[in-house]
T-cell receptor, first 112, second 111 residues
């Protein structure tokens, strides 16, 4: 019972490089989310996907793109990484109508 | 958007002590969750509690939705309870897909 799986767990990028964070869930959830966590800021929503085929911006979408590849997978892409994107990224999934969300183990990203 | 405030921001306890963490929110909600972020960074689901009271071992939670607050009680605290406790809510008005987090309570339990 894997739940929500994120890859990679750690990554160091140089400014301007691109990368994709992968997320997969095996709970048959409709909704998936990407958050970033910065010291003293709690978790802030980057993008979410209410259902397969739809994506919407959250609080802090600038510099990111997402793809809902299928019901299980939701990826987050940094096209040109910046030091301000140094953070811990969490993927989450849940059902549509206000039910419990579950989080992956996080990806610690450093941009130098 | 909905605002979520947690208090206190920091709490230091001796092992065995009890504590109460509070979460206030600014609008009606249809989802409220409490999470524990352990020292390794994992977010552990504690309670899904949009209203009412639940208990799980030494932890219990109460949400009074009409008064827009939730409380998390930790009894007989242990060092393994240390970490950050987050409250997160979904606003029942408007988009109900966004889970909005408070800034958390940092709990340190000393032996």
């Amino acid at each position: 019972n894997a739940g929500v799986t994120q890859t990679p767990k750690f990554q160091v990028l140089k400014t301007g490089q691109s990368m994709t964070l992968q997320c997969a869930q095996d709970m048959n959830h409709n909704s998936m989310y990407w958050y970033r966590q910065d010291p003293g800021m709690g978790l802030r929503l980057i993008y979410y996907s209410a259902s397969e085929g739809t994506t919407d911006k959250g609080e802090v979408p600038n510099g990111y793109n997402v793809s809902r590849l299928n019901k299980r997978e939701f990826s987050l892409r940094l096209e040109s990484a910046a030091p301000s994107q140094t953070s811990v990224y969490f993927c989450a999934s849940g059902q549509v109508e206000g039910t419990e969300a579950f989080f992956g183990q996080g990806t610690r990203l450093t941009v130098v | 958007g909905i605002q979520v405030e947690q208090s206190p921001p920091d709490l230091i306890l001796q092992e065995g002590a009890n504590s109460t963490l509070r979460c206030n929110f600014s609008d009606s909600v249809n989802n409220l969750q409490w999470f524990h972020q352990n020292p390794w960074g994992q977010l552990i689901n504690l309670f899904y509690i949009p209203s009412g009271t639940k208990q799980n071992g030494r932890l219990s939670a109460t949400t009074v939705a009409t008064e827009r607050y939730s409380l998390l009680y930790i009894s007989s605290s242990q060092t393994t309870d240390s970490g950050v406790y987050f409250c997160a809510v979904k606003n029942s008005g408007g988009s109900n897909y966004k889970l909005t987090f408070g800034k958390g309570t940092l709990l340190t339990v000393n032996p």
